[in-house]
């Protein structure tokens, strides 16, 4: 049951076919974890607030610099220096003060994935790094949790979802961490935050039952040529390490 | 390499494992270091899609007409 104040913010949204207010109290009543929130997540944890995601956890270690500021767009200049989760639990709580944000001031690791996954109700992973993303799977597959991948790099973008069990999970199109990856990437803040909104979308249609969720598809943008793909992922793999053991179901 | 995309005649029962070898060699160090391993093998990490499937078993000859053979490297950044 929404109330009248939430009637009035989503007002524009309800009208959406399939959201109602059947989905808009889904989404209020979901926590979505986003890791991390730069380019990519920052801009998709905001789109999460404005569709009125009950809670959002924003983890994200270390401090904001000045090269972060062609992109990460929930920051601002004044706060170089302070801890990016807080910074952009600020401007989400300022956008949106009927959401709870809780901000967490670390990166994923082996030591903090299950506390942290353990808090969410579906994770979108924006990690630059496979390490991390590689952790935010192998935990949601565990813990059985929909997972919304996303990467960039430079002009191009992936995103794909995972639903344990049902569908491939990164390790099953990884079996292994790319070994070429260099820590910093080319990136503009509007292919970030582009590639972001497709992440969003996909949990918000995951989450409300509007629309199709690309289930067992990479999707891939390539803003140079404006060109958006999918590809059919081959099923799960029997033999994955992370999800192999998991029986198929739909 | 450098072209986004190129038309290639495939030899009779050529196998995406060799195409990729091919490519390989005349694409430079770095485009090979992303598509075979140090063994000549197709990287583990590479996705290679025919007219949008991903395909997983690369060394099953292609004999089939025009297709069109995506590779897609992993990217991770945010
Ligand atoms: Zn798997």
């Known amino acids: 049951m929404l109330s009248d104040s939430q009637r009035a913010t989503y007002s524009w949204q309800l009208d959406i076919p399939g959201l109602g207010e059947a989905g808009q109290s889904r989404l209020g009543e979901t926590t979505a974890l986003v890791s991390r929130v730069g380019g990519l997540g920052g801009p998709l944890a905001m789109s999460l607030a404005a569709a009125g995601i009950g809670r959002i956890i924003l983890v994200h270690g270390g401090n904001l610099h000045e090269s972060d500021l062609n992109r990460q767009t929930l920051m601002s200049r004044d706060w170089i220096g302070r801890p990016r989760a807080d910074c952009a639990a600020e401007t989400i709580a300022r956008f949106n003060p009927e959401i709870e944000v809780v901000p967490v001031d670390e990166n994923f690791t082996q030591d903090n994935a299950e506390r942290l996954v353990e808090m969410a109700d579906i994770v979108f992973d924006c990690a630059p790094l496979f390490e991390e993303r590689f952790l935010m799977n192998k935990e949601c597959v565990r813990t059985q949790k929909p997972l919304i991948d996303s990467a960039m790099y430079s002009m191009q973008g992936q995103v794909f979802v995972v639903i344990p069990g049902a569908t491939p999970c990164l390790a099953c199109i990884y079996p292994e961490i790319p070994g070429h990856w260099r820590r910093q990437f080319p990136v503009i803040g509007a292919v970030s935050s582009m590639v972001a909104q497709i992440a969003a979308i996909e949990g918000i249609k995951l989450l409300t039952g509007i629309g ?26 029997g033999d994955c390490g992370v999800c192999g053991a998991l029986r198929e179901c739909s | 390499m450098g072209a986004d995309s190129e038309e290639i005649e495939l030899g009779q029962n050529e ?8 490519l390989a060699e005349r694409g430079g160090k770095d485009f090979a270091e992303i598509v075979i391993d140090g063994d000549g093998a197709p990287r583990r990490t590479l996705l290679v899609a025919v007219d949008g499937q991903q395909i997983i078993d690369l ?6 007409g025009v297709v069109e053979i995506t590779l897609i490297p992993p990217i991770s950044g945010g």
Do not use: H, N, W, Y
């Open chain 1, 212 to 237: 199709k969720v690309c289930l067992g598809e990479l999707i891939m943008i390539d803003s140079g040529k404006m060109d958006f793909t999918k590809v059919k992922l081959a099923p799960k793999r």
């Open chain 2, 59 to 64: 060394d099953e000859p292609l004999d089939i």
């Open chain 2, 15 to 22: 196998s995406i494992q060799s195409l990729l070898k091919g």
